[in-house]
C-alpha cells in the first residue's frame, strides 16, 4: 500500500517535521454508503458487519427478555487477521463456539450477498459435523434463506480455538462480502438474515447434553446417520473347480 501525504514534503526530514515517522499507524476512512435497495458499500465490512449482527441479536433477546437454556457469551476479537483470535479466551465450560465472519463472493464460491452462508469446512478442515448440521436445520425451520459453502483459502477465529487444545465444537457462519478487503459490499438481507440464524441458535434447547461433562464414557457420543447399502445385484458365488479324473 501506497500512502500519499498532502503537504509539502520532499524528504525524509520534511515529513518527521510534521510528525510523521515509520511504523505510525494509518487509520483509513471507510466511506460508507448505505443505498436504498439495501446495498452497503464501505471498507471494513470485514468485520464491523459482523460486529453489528451479534449486537443486533443480543438486543433483540434482550428487549423481547428471552432467557436462554444455557450461558452465551459474545466474544470480539481484533487479532483473527493474525491468527490468534480465539485462542486465550474461551473459559472451559463452553462446548460450542460459532464464528461469525464474511464468506467472499467470488467466481467458484457459493456465498452470495443475500442470506446466509454457512461454511463447511476452511482451509483448516471440515467443521463439526452435528453443530452444523442444527445450523442448516434451524434455518429451514425459521424459514431463513441459506447457502452453503467451502473456503479454501480462508480460515476464522474458530481455527485458532481448535490450534490452541480447546475442545470445543466449532461452526462458522458468513454474511456474503463483495471485494474483500477491499470497497466492499454486501446486503442488508444477509445481515438480517444472519442475525436472525444467531437468535435463533442462541434461543434453541441444548442438544448434545453430554458436552456438559468435561469427561465421560462413550454414552450418549453423537453419531451420524447410516443405512446399510444396498446391493445392486445379488452376489456373484464361484463355481466350485472341476477337475477331471
Not at 514534503?9 to 454508503?33: H, N, T, Y
Not at 463452553?94 to 461454511?119: C, H, K, M, R, Y
Not at 443405512?227 to 477337475?243: L, M, N, S
Amino acid at each position: 500500500m501506497e500512502l500519499r501525504i498532502d503537504a509539502l514534503v520532499r524528504s525524509k526530514a520534511d515529513c518527521e517535521k510534521l510528525g510523521f515517522s515509520v511504523g505510525d499507524f494509518v487509520s483509513i476512512d471507510p466511506q460508507p454508503e448505505f443505498l436504498d435497495n439495501g446495498f452497503l458499500v464501505s471498507r471494513h465490512l470485514d468485520d464491523k458487519a459482523g460486529v453489528a449482527v451479534m449486537f443486533a441479536a443480543l438486543e433483540a433477546i434482550l428487549r423481547e427478555g428471552v432467557e436462554l437454556p444455557v450461558d452465551g457469551y459474545w466474544l470480539f476479537s481484533i487479532a483473527e487477521e493474525i491468527g490468534v483470535g480465539a485462542s486465550s479466551v474461551l473459559s472451559s465450560d463452553i462446548a460450542s463456539l460459532v464464528a461469525i465472519d464474511n464468506g467472499t463472493a467470488a467466481p467458484g464460491q457459493a456465498s452470495d450477498e443475500f442470506g446466509v452462508t454457512i461454511s463447511m469446512a476452511d482451509q483448516t478442515g471440515p467443521f463439526d459435523y452435528h453443530l452444523t448440521r442444527k445450523l442448516i436445520r434451524l434455518c429451514r425451520e425459521n424459514d431463513i434463506r441459506y447457502q452453503q459453502d467451502v473456503f479454501r483459502y480462508y480460515r476464522s477465529d474458530s481455527a485458532s480455538a481448535i490450534e490452541a487444545g480447546e475442545d470445543v465444537r466449532t461452526a462458522l457462519i458468513t454474511f456474503g462480502v463483495d471485494a474483500s478487503h477491499g470497497y466492499e459490499r454486501t446486503n442488508i438481507h444477509a445481515l438480517r438474515s444472519l442475525a436472525e440464524l444467531v437468535t435463533a441458535y442462541l434461543t434453541s434447547p441444548v442438544e448434545i447434553q453430554r458436552d456438559a461433562w468435561e469427561v465421560s464414557g462413550i454414552e450418549g457420543f453423537t453419531t451420524q446417520p447410516m443405512e446399510e447399502a444396498k446391493a445392486a445385484h445379488e452376489p456373484v458365488v464361484p463355481r466350485p473347480h472341476r477337475t477331471d479324473a
